[in-house]
C-alpha cells in the first residue's frame, strides 16, 4: 500500500468531492482544484482554478492526483475543452512540481462504440461513436502518450443522491417502456459512493492494470430498472412509447471482472440495492 502525504483531486465535483472526504477520513490531506474551491467541504483544501485554461499549482509532496472532469454541457467543443485541454493542463502541472504521483484519470464507458449487446471487457477496442464520445478517446490518448503509467478508470452510468433522472421520470410519468418486449436496451450503472471508492482503491493498489471500467455487477434492460422503481415507488408500471434521446444509447453488457479481481467489493452491487439506498434519502449530492 502506498501512503502519500498529499492528494489532489483535480476537477472536485460532486464525484470528486467524494473522493477527497474518503480520503480525508483515512489522514490523507487532500487539496481540491476547482473554478469555486470556497463550496468545497472542510477538510479539502480548496483551490479555485479553471483547468480548461489554467495549469494548476501541483505541490513537490503529491504522491496521488486524481482526475474527475466533467463538462457543463455535451457540446463537443465544451468536452474538448474539459477533458483535453483540462487534463493536458493538470499534466503539465504534474510535469512542473517534480512530483511523481500515482494518477488516476476518470473517463466513461461511452468510449465503446458497442450496440449489439455483446459483453465489453478493457480489451474491447475503443472506438468512440459520437462526437462527445472521440473526445474522451482523443483524452485517453493524451494520457497514455503524457503518463503511461497512469491509471483509467472508465465509468458507466453515474447515478446516486442528486442524480435522480430516472426516478423522477417514473414519478412525473414521463418514463416509456420500450414499445416491444426485448427492445429495451441494456443499461450499464454504479453508484456514485462506489465509483469514489473505486477511485480511492486503484489510487492504493499495488501494480494496477493501465485500465479497468467500473460498473456494477448487473447490466440489465433499462425497462427492468424502470418497472423497479415504479414499484418501489408504489406507483403504476410505464407505458410502451419512444424512448427519450439520453435513453435511447448503445446496448452493451459491461464486465467489472478485472476491478473485482483486485480484491474491490461494491456497497452497491446491483441497480436494486443503490436505488433504495437512493429512495431512503442516504447520503447527499456534493456542490
Known amino acids: 500500500m502506498l501512503h502519500p502525504k498529499t492528494v489532489v483531486i483535480a476537477g472536485c465535483g460532486d464525484l470528486g468531492t467524494e473522493a477527497a472526504l474518503r480520503f480525508a477520513d483515512l489522514g490523507y490531506r487532500v487539496v481540491g482544484l476547482r473554478r469555486r474551491a470556497e463550496l468545497l467541504p472542510a477538510p479539502i483544501e480548496g483551490r479555485s482554478t479553471d483547468l480548461r485554461q489554467d495549469v494548476p499549482e501541483i505541490d513537490a509532496d503529491t504522491a496521488i492526483v486524481i482526475v474527475t472532469l466533467a463538462a457543463g454541457s455535451r457540446d463537443p467543443d465544451e468536452y474538448r475543452a474539459t477533458y483535453v485541454d483540462g487534463l493536458r493542463n493538470v499534466l503539465d502541472g504534474i510535469d512542473r512540481s517534480g512530483a511523481r504521483p500515482r494518477i488516476v484519470v476518470v473517463s466513461s464507458t461511452a468510449v465503446y ?56 421520470q417514473v414519478r412525473s410519468g414521463a418514463a416509456r417502456l420500450a414499445p416491444s418486449p426485448g427492445a ?63 435513453q435511447a444509447g448503445g446496448d452493451k453488457r459491461l ?33
Do not use: C, K, W
Open 113 to 168: 462504440d458497442v450496440s449489439d449487446g455483446s459483453e465489453v471487457t478493457e480489451e474491447t477496442p475503443a472506438t468512440g461513436g459520437t462526437p462527445t464520445a472521440q473526445v474522451l478517446v482523443e483524452a485517453e490518448a493524451l494520457l497514455r502518450e503524457r503518463a503511461p503509467g497512469a491509471v483509467l478508470l472508465r465509468l458507466s452510468g453515474i447515478y446516486g443522491p442528486g442524480r435522480e433522472r430516472l426516478i423522477d
Open 184 to 246: 429495451s436496451p441494456r443499461t450499464n450503472r454504479i453508484h456514485r459512493d462506489d465509483a469514489a471508492a473505486a477511485i480511492m482503491h486503484l489510487a492504493t493498489l499495488d501494480d494496477p492494470a493501465p485500465t479497468y471500467l467500473g460498473t456494477d455487477d448487473e447490466p440489465v434492460r433499462l425497462d427492468d430498472v424502470l418497472r423497479f422503481l415504479a414499484d418501489e415507488l408504489q406507483l403504476p408500471a410505464p407505458q410502451p412509447g419512444p424512448a427519450s434521446d439520453r
Open 255 to 287: 464486465s467489472n471482472a478485472l476491478l473485482r479481481s483486485t480484491g474491490f467489493t461494491f456497497r452497491y452491487p446491483t441497480f436494486r440495492e443503490g436505488y433504495r439506498a437512493v429512495l431512503a434519502g442516504e447520503g447527499a449530492r456534493h456542490r
